[in-house]
């Protein structure tokens, strides 16, 4: 398993449309074949930063949901919604593998 760690940098004053593009993606992932661990927004503290994370049973198949996402319709329409909003100033994405006794 794998798990994608995305840090994300966002406009303070788009949270709202930052957590409508967070809501919509949680059931593309899941339907996709992942397990989205949910987003992470600003509480205390940084009120500019926010995070998600979501696994897959391995890479190969992280890659093979990325490449189906250019012809989903639904991941597409999401994507489109943010470059609408532009509450997403950057993104990091790291992948960790877990350590499970």
Not at 6 to 21: M, R, T, V
Not at 70 to 92: G, K, P, T, Y
Request: glycine letters at 4%.
């Amino acid at each position: 398993m794998i798990t994608c760690y995305l840090k994300y940098i966002i406009d303070s004053h788009k949270i709202p449309e930052f957590e409508a593009y967070a809501k919509r993606w949680i059931p593309i992932v899941n339907r996709m074949g992942g397990t989205h661990h949910g987003y992470f927004l600003p509480h205390e503290g940084a009120s500019n930063v926010a995070y998600a994370l979501f696994s897959f049973p391995s890479l190969a198949e992280y890659e093979e949901y990325r490449n189906r996402m250019a012809d989903d319709r639904e991941c597409q329409d999401v994507l489109n919604m943010e470059i609408r909003n532009r509450s997403i100033i950057s993104f990091e994405r790291s992948f960790m593998r877990p350590v499970l006794d």
